[in-house]
């Protein structure tokens, strides 16, 4: 099982049940925002070409790597690579207590729906009084999980400039990772985030797990 990962998720949709069911997922998002004192709405114009190097879909099992990874770094752990769920098992308690602090846009979110929105808050939202909002209610900032990603990065082994941006010939590399690389899964799963953070704050679209 696994999650697509959309940002303009409206684009190119042309079944009329499928549109009103998107359409209608980022307007009931609009408003719960709002009554949060968020002003955002998905932007007509369309979104920022995706890097073709990026996934538009993961596995479930494939966002736990790099949870596991950010969960390690936030608790003051030594990072070492994730052979297999044998590793995903035995950090499973600093990925829980990490997630429990309701602090992380990457750790607490839906692995199957759901949005990160191109608005800078500090920690995730939990809209709970919204029930038809996808991901439980859990709403993440675009801008907060690309903060994420960067403390991420050194980890990884993907080198970041000066200015916290991806260049193009490191995005090129790590686009191309080998299947047998030390962290192949997390940097693939970074690369995809980060590749939908780019496009979210760029165009002002939504990221979409659904």
């Given amino acids: 099982m696994g999650v697509a990962i959309?940002?303009?998720?409206?684009s190119g949709v042309t079944d009329a049940e499928e549109r009103a069911t998107l359409a209608g997922g980022l307007e009931t998002l609009r408003v719960a925002l709002a009554a949060e004192g968020i002003t955002w709405s998905e932007p007509e114009t369309p979104p920022v070409p995706r890097d073709s190097?990026?996934?538009?879909?993961?596995?479930?099992?494939?966002?736990?790597?790099?949870?596991?990874?950010?969960?390690?770094?936030?608790?003051?752990?030594?990072?070492?690579?994730?052979?297999?769920?044998?590793?995903?098992?035995?950090?499973?308690?600093?990925?829980?207590?990490e997630t429990m602090m309701f602090s992380?846009?990457?750790?607490?979110?839906?692995?199957?729906?759901?949005?990160?929105?191109?608005?800078?808050?500090?920690?995730?939202?939990?809209?709970d009084d919204h029930p038809g909002l996808a991901g439980g209610g859990m709403v993440?900032?675009?801008?907060g999980l690309r903060a994420e990603l960067r403390r991420c990065a050194p980890a990884l082994g993907i080198t970041l400039a000066v200015d916290g941006s991806l260049p193009a010939d490191?995005?090129?590399?790590?686009?191309?990772?080998?299947?047998d690389a030390d962290y192949a899964i997390e940097i693939t799963v970074w690369f995809t985030l980060w590749d939908a953070c780019r496009a979210s704050i760029t165009g002002g679209h939504a990221i979409v797990f659904h």
């Fill in 104 to 127: 992380s846009h990457l750790l607490c979110h839906s692995d199957s729906a759901g949005y990160y929105v191109p608005v800078d808050f500090p920690e995730p939202l939990f809209l």
């Fill in 6 to 10: 959309s940002v303009g998720v409206l």
């Fill in 170 to 179: 490191e995005a090129h590399r790590i686009g191309h990772v080998d299947d």
């Fill in 53 to 97: 190097h990026a996934l538009g879909s993961l596995s479930y099992s494939m966002l736990a790597y790099l949870r596991r990874v950010l969960a390690l770094i936030d608790a003051g752990r030594d990072v070492t690579p994730a052979r297999g769920p044998a590793e995903l098992d035995r950090d499973r308690q600093v990925v829980d207590d």
């Fill in 140 to 143: 993440g900032s675009s801008h």
